[in-house]
């Protein structure tokens, strides 16, 4: 059975860099979508970007647009975010999902309901 664990959370001053991981066992990530969302406090769960099973067609929500990068290292298993320029704003629990395999054959969905395997989410912090 699929099972994501996150890492690469922390606390960043704005302006910083951080970068996390998705690691994916018990399964292969080939068949599926992987999706990365965020929670702040008081906030309702956002997506932030997501990338296909192969791969490729990464989408990302505008408020991260030309920040974040999202990237799949299939021998790894791992799905990477990359965030620069970091904002006060960005300051959340950011978790990883994943489509049911073969759920999605091309791109990836932004809704957070098309995604049944989460992982267990690590905190950002970008504060002075």
């Known amino acids: 059975q699929l099972q994501l664990v996150e890492s690469g959370g922390g606390l960043v001053q704005p302006g910083g860099s951080l970068r996390l991981s998705c690691v994916a066992s018990g399964s292969t990530l080939d068949y599926s979508a992987i999706g990365w969302f965020r929670q702040a406090p008081g906030k309702e769960r956002e997506e932030v970007s997501c990338i296909s099973r192969r791969g490729d067609k990464p989408k990302y929500a505008d408020a991260v647009k030309g920040r974040f990068t999202i990237s799949k290292d299939s021998a790894e298993n791992t799905v990477t975010l990359q965030m620069n320029s970091l904002k006060p704003e960005d300051t959340a629990v950011y978790s990883c999902?994943?489509?049911?395999?073969?759920?999605?054959?091309?791109?990836?969905?932004?809704?957070?309901?098309?995604?049944?395997?989460w992982g267990q989410g690590a905190q950002v912090t970008v504060s002075s």
């Open positions: 999902a994943a489509t049911r395999p073969l759920q999605f054959i091309e791109g990836c969905p932004m809704e957070y309901d098309k995604y049944n395997t």
